[in-house]
């Protein structure tokens, strides 16, 4: 006979539950031009940008690069911290998903950076993962 030791209660799902990885980052202080050249070549649709000390600093997508890339002559000069792009505050791992998800279904966010509590860049938690694991429901 198998026993099995009572497992603690769950508590509700946190950021850290759906935050994924993310890979593709640029320097505040690199140029649109490099971040279109990092857009093109990984096929990607958004950049977490780092401040000169590794923090996150934001987000920029390929959309909100758009209106700098039009003069083409001013994005070899144009810096990523020129731009409007998303910048903080951001997620935290322990933050609770549907508090998250609440967050950035206001703020009209499909993806937010999650930071560590010295503000160094963790991952990513997509509105699409967010909503799909609130969405689950318990089997019995």
Known sequence: MTTHSPQPARRGLTVADAMDSYDYQIAD???????????????IEYLLVRDHDGRCEGLVTRAGLRPFLAPSRH?????????????G???WPTMGLALAAIA??????????????????????????ATGLLTVTPTP
């Open 89 to 91: 505050p951001f997620a």
């Open 104 to 129: 950035m279904r206001v703020k009209h966010l499909t993806v937010w950076p999650v930071v560590d509590e010295d503000g160094y860049i963790l991952g990513v938690l997509t509105a699409d993962r």
């Open 29 to 43: 202080d690199n140029t649109v031009d490099q971040a279109n050249d990092i857009f093109r070549g990984a096929d």
């Open 75 to 87: 994005t070899e000069r144009t810096t990523i911290s020129a731009t409007a792009h998303q910048r």
